[in-house]
């Protein structure tokens, strides 16, 4: 995201600190960034440094800055932990203020961090969400959720079609729609191989772009890893680890398939933004094997761009790929058509059982394989309906 026209706006005093208040456009929206002048984020990181007591901070002074600047918002939306107490402090603080007009909606993101913070702000918000029905039902039974499942709701994410367009992407080296996808494909396979120092055969690509973390089921990549140049397909992963030793256990299991398997996988730990994009656009397949996962994106870029998604089924995994031979129904009463291979299980049985009929379809059906690929390219994944979603959450919250 680029930041425009980014200058600063004004300044006010907070918590005995000089906070500047910088603004900026992005995406044609006017967008606040607070810089508080104690140092209190100058600490070299994002996470892991007093959080409390800076997010605290940050919350606080967010709403300071609406009420001196004489702001009178609707809807305060706040994310996650980290802006969840703005939910209490403006409940606590701000509610007789000239801000008494504003309702409070709190978007789930993932549970697994700062449940003690997402349950005292569901007990303030107005209305809360999850970013996928599924992930909603499944956290349901979580004691920070469970006396406030009144106001629940599950509302997918959605993607920027701009961002990921296979029509003017700049990373790939031919455009297309899902009019020429097999050709734009074609293409970018072979422009992937060639960037890897893979062998340049007409094989199944099966990539993954994820975080290396237990969440995102890091001993089924493994094993999907090894499935599949069994099958003779071949691998790229893209990604890296938060936690050195599963980034030192992915580098010496890189080194050892590198070695043995030279020119049929290829395993880049490590953030790449252009790379990526010609990942989604050179496989075949993209797989997503999560734990749990409240909505996933993968997927959505995955379809985008015409790649199948082999996805586990649990959260917004669930709600967003439609399994080829046991979905039919269930993606009819969504009003689309299957888009994929999905599993249950969180082993090896899970992943063969998905894995081995996509690669059989790309092998012994290529003609289906390639009007699914345009099939799922003609899917809409991005905003729009959730926007219309949330519009009408905003509503509801503002009868309150």
């Not at 606080?60 to 996650?80: N, R």
């Not at 969400?129 to 039974?141: F, K, L």
């Not at 297309?176 to 893979?198: C, D, H, M, R």
């Not at 730990?269 to 790379?275: G, K, R, S, V």
């Amino acid at each position: 995201m680029q930041v425009k026209n980014l200058h600063v706006h004004q300044s006010f005093s907070f918590g005995g600190s000089e906070i500047k208040v910088w603004r900026g456009l992005v995406e044609d929206l006017c967008v606040y960034f607070l810089e508080p002048k104690n140092g209190i984020f100058g600490v070299g990181c994002v996470y892991g440094r007093n959080d409390d007591r800076r997010f605290g901070f940050f919350c606080h002074s967010a709403l300071e800055f609406l009420l001196q600047s004489e702001s009178s918002p609707h809807i305060l939306h706040c994310h996650d932990w980290s802006s969840a107490p703005v939910a209490w402090l403006y409940k606590e603080n701000y509610a007789q203020s000239s801000l008494a007009n504003a309702r409070v909606v709190f978007t789930i993101h993932n549970l697994e961090f700062g449940a003690h913070y997402i349950g005292k702000a569901m007990r303030y918000c107005d209305k809360a969400t999850t970013v996928s029905n599924s992930y909603s039902r499944e956290v349901s039974g979580h004691g920070a959720i469970a006396p406030h499942l009144g106001k629940l709701y599950g509302i997918l994410n959605g993607i920027d079609p701009d961002i990921w367009d296979p029509y003017r992407d700049k990373f790939i080296p031919v455009h297309y729609t899902s009019e020429n996808v097999v050709e734009g494909k074609s293409a970018a396979k072979k422009a992937l191989q060639q960037k890897l120092g893979l062998q340049e055969n007409d094989v199944p690509i099966v990539g993954i772009v994820t975080r290396l973390t237990a969440q995102k089921g890091i001993h089924l990549i493994k094993h999907a890893v090894h499935r599949t140049l069994e099958w003779n397909g071949q691998v790229v992963l893209l990604g890296s680890a938060p936690d050195p030793r599963i980034q030192g256990d992915f580098v010496n299991f890189a080194n050892a398939l590198h070695g043995v398997n030279n020119g049929r996988v290829r395993l880049c730990l490590t953030y790449d933004e252009p790379l990526s994009h010609l990942i989604y656009a050179g496989s075949d397949f993209i797989l997503v094997p999560s734990m749990f996962e409240p909505c996933g994106l993968t997927q959505l870029v995955a379809m985008r761009y015409g790649a199948i998604p082999i996805v586990r089924k649990t959260g917004g995994l669930y709600d967003t790929v439609f399994d080829v031979d046991t979905d039919k129904e269930r993606a009819q009463a969504r009003g689309l058509e299957p888009n994929g291979f999905s599993f249950d299980g969180a082993d090896s049985r899970g992943v063969d059982y998905a894995l081995n009929r996509a690669v059989s379809a790309w092998f012994d059906a290529r003609s289906w394989f390639h009007s699914l690929c345009k099939r799922v390219m003609e899917q809409d994944w991005s905003w729009n309906r959730p926007a219309l979603d949330y519009i009408e959450l905003y509503h509801s919250a503002s009868k309150f």
